[in-house]
């Protein structure tokens, strides 16, 4: 198997870069085509694609992280976390939610509470991506009915 298809386990290496040029990540991934392991932008580009293929990808904010929303910006009162908990101005919290688990950053501490930003920090952006394949296989059978990509050890 020799090209991005669904269910394919794709190892890529790949560089983020906003629009303003900076660097926000780079690395290395192995997913599993096909099961949103990564953003629906990305993966769609990727289809098609053969082992040695480098592409530059852009993705909008609707097709990456989302676009930035007002309203998951809130002021929440002090007593909402532990006590004793120190919060600061860019500090990361994660709590239980109906919808799972969302995680909110500080944006301000004030007088009448704290106010938490629920928005992934990626949201609103254009994301650029340089993407390389470096090796596509098949995957199993449970990687198939799992979703995702089985390392050495699962
Ligand atoms: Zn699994």
Do not use: C, W
Not at 47 to 57: A, E, N
Not at 66 to 90: C, I, T
Not at 120 to 145: C, D, M, T
Request: aromatic share 6%.
């Amino acid at each position: 198997m020799s090209i991005v298809t669904k269910n394919t386990v794709v190892s890529i290496s790949y560089k983020l870069t906003n629009d303003a040029g900076e660097n926000i990540d780079s690395g290395d991934l192995d997913y599993l085509h096909g099961h949103h392991n990564i953003i629906p932008g990305l993966e769609n580009e990727l289809t098609g694609l053969t082992i040695g293929d480098s592409k530059v990808i852009r993705v909008s904010p609707a097709d990456g992280y989302g676009e930035y929303d007002e309203s998951l910006v809130q002021l929440v009162p002090r007593e909402a976390f532990p006590p004793g908990q120190k919060v600061e101005v860019g500090m990361h919290f994660q709590s239980r939610t109906e919808d799972g688990i969302m995680s909110f950053v500080v944006l301000e501490t004030r007088e009448d509470g704290i106010v938490l930003d629920g928005n992934h920090p990626l949201a609103g952006q254009h994301l650029n991506f340089a993407v390389a394949i470096k090796h596509i296989r098949e995957a199993s059978a449970e990687e198939i009915s799992h979703g995702h990509v089985h390392q050495q050890h699962h």
